[in-house]
């Protein structure tokens, strides 16, 4: 008779708590975690590899082995797998990614077909797909990982470390109360806590082979700070997750979201960005710490005549205010400065952001949705309707958006945005490539500031390293700044001429360049030449 399925008694009266039993004394897994794990399988209904898998309390390899090794049948490993045999026996590559199978040897005078399964239990589908092929059927063991990676080689979708997806209501809030659990609420809050008393703006959160590498970014540079092992990562990445309103059955897709957690009694919001990797997921946590964000131009580092010369352009009662400077130049934290010196009762100020990283007391705030079609260019417009004074438009980055920003300041409104340019004087050329004619652009702008920002030498031991610094030599940041200055002659320059000519107009009225300003930094020794020329790049290089 064709379709019968060979497993071995084991394997047809599997009982979960006899295997846990095993499994203890195979492994380092402990009696209350022991427990722990049959609890939230009967709970959750759902088998105690998965849930083993999930509380991170055993590895994927070590499971599958015990597993094998008790109900005595073989494992197979991932370099037997040949998707050229799921072709060659019709088989659809989305019925074996659902019941978690493989077919990997076949004998050619009729014998058995051998087929790996990551589901011990599954005798059901491994007699159907006997039946459906009209062959016997013999059943193996493999990792859950390995079947999802052989499977997803053939159907050209990368799915190493993804895990199972096709969950169910009860997976999320079995997976929900898994992230709940005691110890690794606090081991995340406890990773965040270190990162605001570092002062760190970004935790990086990297799977790899051995586990997960979690590095802060301190005064923009990385920093490793420690590791999590293979055991408690994917408990970790679903706590996240949870803090994140994510999805945390999905892993095969990047997610973005957002938390707020008190942190020794003040509130921190979060940024959250997962991203798929070869080996799991890697999670980006943006801290945003209010009580951190300092909205004092001294306190940012800005020099007295850059100061003047900022307050100048924004005490315009209508015009277009700019500052350019690549990711991370700290363009918004210069915004929302602006913004506060110029705030007043007798003001309607409103911004449009993507996202809205800090609330700004007597400011109108709002976000851009592009899966509804609320865009830089659509809530621009819906805002001028608004009767405002002042407008703040997080990026002019098409040209919807600069036609808007453009004609808003030519009709008696003060524009605030940022623009991604190497200097101020690429403003000019990147609004043209954006189809702003040159007339209104002399008769709009008012000024472009660029800026960078470079770690601070710390002022406790001038870069030597002391218990004020962590002993790294450096303390914050400070701004290298250039800004120009749209003068009368440099608004007609604006209207005939290139490049050369507006650079050479605006030297003539005291604009003086990035690089330049970064000497003055150095003579005063407030950077060391290295930090620099890590922020300047090719500017840098420009200059010498």
Not at 129 to 158: M, T
Not at 506 to 518: D, I, K, V, W
């Amino acid at each position: 008779m064709t379709g019968d399925c060979k497993m071995s008694r084991a394997q047809s009266t599997l009982d979960d708590a006899d295997f846990i039993a095993y499994l203890k004394k195979s492994s380092d897994l402990t009696e209350a975690a022991a427990a722990r794990v049959l609890s939230a399988s009967i709970e959750a209904g759902t088998s105690v590899e998965r849930s083993l898998l999930e509380l991170g309390l055993v590895s994927e390899n070590i499971l599958f082995e015990a597993l094998a090794n008790y109900l005595a049948v073989p494992l197979i490993d991932a370099a037997r797998f040949d998707p050229a045999l799921v072709e060659k026996l019709g088989l659809e590559t989305s019925f074996l990614e659902r019941v978690g199978a493989f077919p990997f040897q076949i004998d050619d005078k009729g014998g058995p077909i051998h087929i790996a399964m990551a589901d011990p239990r599954s005798r059901d589908v491994a007699a159907g797909i006997g039946f459906y092929l009209g062959r016997d059927v013999e059943v193996a063991l493999a990792c859950p990982s390995d079947i999802k990676a052989a499977l997803g080689r053939l159907s050209g979708v990368s799915t190493s470390g993804s895990g199972d997806h096709s969950a169910s209501h009860q997976d999320v809030a079995r997976l929900k109360a898994l992230a709940n659990d005691g110890p690794v609420i606090k081991l995340v809050n406890d990773l965040i806590a270190q990162a605001v008393q570092e002062r760190a703006s970004d935790i990086h959160i990297e799977a790899d082979e051995i586990g997960a590498r979690v590095r802060f970014r301190v005064d923009g540079v990385l920093w490793v700070k420690s590791r999590i092992p293979t055991t408690n990562v994917a408990a970790v990445v679903s706590r996240l997750k949870v803090l994140g309103n994510l999805n945390i059955s999905e892993r095969r897709r990047p997610q973005d979201g957002r938390a707020s957690i008190m942190v020794r009694g003040r509130s921190v919001d979060i940024r959250m960005s997962t991203l798929p990797t070869q080996h799991g997921e890697s999670v980006v946590l943006r801290l945003l710490d209010r009580h951190r964000l300092e909205l004092d131009w001294e306190r940012l580092g800005f020099p007295a005549h850059r100061i003047t010369e900022i307050e100048t352009a924004i005490a315009a009662p209508n015009g277009l205010f700019l500052v350019a400077g690549p990711t991370g130049s700290g363009k918004t934290t210069t915004l929302y400065t602006a913004l506060s010196r110029i705030s007043s009762d007798d003001r309607k100020i409103v911004t449009v952001e993507d996202p809205v990283e800090y609330a700004l007391e007597g400011i109108n705030q709002t976000q851009v949705q592009p899966e509804i079609d609320m865009t830089f260019g659509s809530a621009l417009r819906a805002i001028l309707r608004q009767d405002p004074d002042v407008v703040m438009v997080g990026e002019i980055r098409d040209e919807e958006t600069a036609a808007i920003a453009v004609r808003a300041a030519l009709v008696g409104r003060l524009v605030l945005s940022t623009i991604h340019t190497n200097d101020a004087i690429s403003a000019i050329d990147r609004l043209r490539d954006l189809g702003v004619p040159d007339y209104l652009l002399s008769s709009t702008l008012r000024g472009v500031l660029s800026q960078r920002l470079a770690r601070r030498l710390c002022p406790s031991c001038n870069g030597k390293g002391c218990d004020n610094c962590g002993e790294l030599g450096r303390k914050g940041r400070i701004v290298i700044s250039e800004f120009l200055k749209v003068t009368s002659s440099l608004s007609s320059e604006i209207k005939k001429g290139g490049r050369a000519s507006l650079l050479e107009v605006a030297r003539q009225e005291g604009y003086r360049t990035l690089a330049q300003n970064s000497e003055e930094i150095l003579a005063g020794g407030l950077a060391s030449e290295g930090d620099i020329i890590r922020a300047l790049g090719a500017d840098w290089d420009a200059l010498n």
